[in-house]
DNA sequence: CGCTGTCGTCAACACTGTTGACAACGATGT
DNA sequence: ACATCGTTGTCAACAGTGTTGACGACAGCG
């Protein structure tokens, strides 16, 4: 029996499993303490703070992004899963954020993605200036993207269609003399789901960045 | 003799003070009330409670960006400037993220700013479904790049770049074994200004959106 | 066995947003 | 002019947060 119930990576495990079902708002100290079956300031032994805490779940989360890519899918495909893995593991920790705060100094993990995206960028024959400017504007779609459904990703698919509806709902019913372009384009606001909104603006911004021939 | 000293206007004005001397984390009820000089409880006599307070500061925040807009521009510099606008309006609340959970039933400015955005799509040529598209395109890339910078921009200019510079030696400095793009790149990472790489990535992304002849 | 260092436990601190009772004050009706 | 009333600032307090320091139980080791 070893007497050392805790470590690092069932506090981390804990952590994302109380964040994935009850929201990154239900996630506190003392309810990971309860979650863990032990006193809440136990975790202190492992983790300095709350936000080195975090910085290990993101840690964990950012670890599969670039895992297993297709090797010859191109550098588009390879691109656009990246973000795609990217966006996924943001929405499951909007409070990255905050870990992210102390900026690119992080962990090895994220220094990958840079890597991995970069590279793309190279292979789709941008310079290096090309490429870093490219790098910093997929990543703001990104995480703008993840920003703006972070809130609704905790709702089932069910709930989050309704609440879609929902939207479109007062965007239609708004006054069409003063807001006539929402009210006719209300039907098509929030359609499908928020990956393919994503993928389909970062086509664009691809498009944009490398134009094809 | 001001009996009502205190109004709804002077409690948003002075917490969005706090918040661009102090940063959101400074901004608490109580620092709210010895700011205003009065009992930190006084300020829930005008609002229900922080939340809907910090509603009426993105309201605010938000209300300048349709305003006064150039009239013949033209829909790309048009789009671009409500961006920046509402990028920069942005900055100065991170925590418009969390007002911004409720969803798009919001401030009128609100609807003011997508009615804006979509016009000028339509003037670009795009079907009401296409426009409906770019809108949350460029809404999730001016969010990401907000969201970015949002850590950084209470920082003084010089502060700012001497971080850059420091994030730059961070890649640079990493081994170029395993790191051989970023370490690269690491002279164009953070070159220039925030807003700088977000018009660029925005210009992108209105290439990709509406691709010119 | 005894020692040492790790690690869970407990109480407590400083801080947060928020509420209900209380009181001062201007405005209002007759 | 007086009494009344509603508005609004004040005060104490509550529940909840992250975090710290003292305490003690336990494992491993000489």
Redesign the interface.
């Known amino acids: 029996m070893s007497r050392a119930t805790l470590t690092r990576d069932t506090i981390v495990d804990t952590t994302i499993r109380i964040i994935a079902e009850q929201g990154t708002e239900g996630f506190t100290m003392r309810s990971l303490g309860q979650a863990l079956g032990t006193d809440p300031t136990a975790v202190y032994r492992h983790f300095r703070d709350k936000a080195e805490l975090l910085r290990a779940v993101s840690e964990r989360l950012l670890g599969t992004v670039t895992v297993d890519l297709p090797a010859d899918a191109g550098w588009r495909p390879v691109t656009v899963e990246v973000c795609r893995r990217l966006r996924s593991a943001l929405l499951n920790q909007?409070q990255l954020?905050t870990a992210?705060?102390f900026?690119?100094?992080l962990q090895p993990t994220e220094?990958a993605i840079?890597?991995t995206l970069?590279?793309q960028f190279?292979l789709a024959g941008l310079e290096?200036?090309a490429?870093?400017?490219?790098?910093?504007?997929v990543?703001?779609?990104?995480?703008?993207?993840?920003?703006?459904d972070?809130?609704?990703h905790s709702l089932s698919s069910r709930e989050r269609s309704q609440?879609y509806f929902?939207?479109r709902s007062?965007?239609a019913t708004?006054d069409p003399a003063?807001?006539?372009?929402?009210v006719?384009?209300s039907?098509?606001?929030?359609?499908g789901t928020a990956d393919e909104?994503?993928v389909?603006?970062l086509?664009?911004?691809?498009?944009?960045?490398v134009?094809s021939p």
Chains 1, 2 share one sequence.
Do not use: C, K, N
Not at 131 to 137: G, I, M, N, V
Not at 178 to 182: L, N, Q, R, V
Not at 187 to 191: G, K, L, Q, V
């Open positions: 909007p954020a992210l705060q900026g690119p100094p220094f840079t890597e970069l590279r190279r290096q200036g490429a870093a400017l490219a790098y910093h504007s990543i703001e779609l990104t995480v703008g993207s993840a920003a703006i972070a809130a609704l609440q929902r939207w007062v965007y708004l003063e807001y006539p372009e929402t006719g384009a039907a098509h606001m929030y359609r909104r994503f389909h603006a086509e664009a911004l691809l498009d944009g960045i134009p």
